[in-house]
């Protein structure tokens, strides 16, 4: 799905608890993540829970790009008090067995050098895998037994037990297509949606045992080859940067990141699909 738009002002959405998303947009490019997780400790760039949202440069010779998003339970471990954390402990992980994720709406958007915004890929309904938060490869699981279609409960695609049961020390996920990079973009921006709804609608609802965190931004690749072949981050994938992981919750909640600046953004906001689900 690609082709171009355009779009002015701001928007205020109920498919996002009520607040302006443009705002949102910017907060998670600009405040310290909500909680700790352990996946903090292992992926590059986020160190040891130090380092606050950021976009990197595209790398030379790099041409294609992709969105991700990461769900992960929030888990107390020997750096969490050292940081900023936006919101108090105790960071007790998913306790929760009758709660899911629900997620959709995963999408990638490019502004152009003449004010377009085109959209490089979308996922309504964005699969992955379950992977572990320490992030070694090989090592993920298909984790398609617990994910469920929310085709017909707001769109996209649920999954239970992050961080649970057979989940355990695992996170969810998800990317979308690796598309090429327009010639003339001069930045990008990434979104999806999700909350938290019941496994079972008519079993306890112990959605606030259910200490989730998501973020999202994106990766470089270097050529088609490199896609559709062995993958080694830092020679031919490096990510394109980290939003800030922020909390689960029962609303609908925008997860963003972006290149652009704050100006950038206000002046000319990206079409991101699903804003009013």
Same mark, same amino acid.
């Given at each position: 799905?690609?082709?171009t738009?355009t779009?002015?002002g701001?928007t205020?959405?109920?498919g ?7 705002d949102?947009?910017i907060?998670d490019?600009?405040l310290f993540?909500?909680g700790?997780?352990a996946?903090?400790e292992a992926?590059?760039?986020w160190?040891?829970?130090a380092?606050?949202?950021?976009a990197?440069s595209?790398?030379p010779?790099?041409a ?8 992960m339970?929030?888990t107390?471990?020997?750096?969490g008090d ?11 992980g998913n ?23 085109i959209?490089?890929?979308?996922s309504a309904?964005?699969?992955g ?13 298909d984790?398609?037994e617990?994910?469920? !279609?929310? =085709?017909t409960?707001? %769109?996209g695609?649920? *999954?239970?037990?992050?961080?649970r049961?057979?989940?355990?020390g695992y @996170?969810?996920?998800?990317w979308g ?17 999700s ?9 306890p ?7 989730i ?5 994106g990766d470089?690749?270097? !050529?088609? =080859?490199?896609?559709? %072949?062995a993958?080694? *981050?830092?020679?031919n ?5 980290f939003?800030r @992981?922020k909390?689960?919750t ?6 963003g ?7 950038q953004?206000?002046?000319?906001p ?5 804003l009013?689900?």
């Open positions: 799905m690609t082709g738009t779009t002015t701001t205020t959405t109920a996002v608890t009520g607040t302006n998303w443009i949102t947009l907060n490019m600009r993540h909500d700790p997780s996946v903090l992926i590059p760039g160190g040891s829970g380092s606050w949202p950021e990197t595209r790398p010779d790099f294609y790009a992709t969105p991700w998003a990461h769900v339970e929030d107390s471990h020997a750096n050292g940081y900023p954390w936006r919101v108090p402990g105790p960071y007790t306790q929760a067995p009758n709660t899911r994720v629900q997620q959709r709406d995963l999408q990638m958007w490019w502004l152009l050098s003449d004010g377009k915004w959209l490089g890929s979308y309904a964005p699969g895998t379950m992977y572990p938060t320490r992030w070694i490869e090989g090592t993920n699981k984790g398609t617990v994910w469920r !279609d929310e =085709a409960n707001g %769109g695609i649920s *999954m239970r037990s992050i961080g049961e057979d989940y355990e @996170l969810w996920h998800t297509s690796p598309h090429l990079i327009p010639e003339n973009a001069v930045g990008a921006a990434t979104a999806f949606f909350r938290l709804i019941l496994d079972n609608p008519n079993g609802d112990d959605r606030d045992k259910a200490r965190l998501a973020a999202g931004a470089w690749y270097k !050529d088609y =080859a490199t896609i559709h %072949g993958k080694y *981050m830092g020679v994938v490096t990510y394109m940067g939003g @992981l909390y689960v029962r609303e609908w909640q925008l997860f990141w972006t290149s652009l600046s704050e100006a953004i206000r002046a000319n990206p079409p991101f699909i699903g009013g689900n």
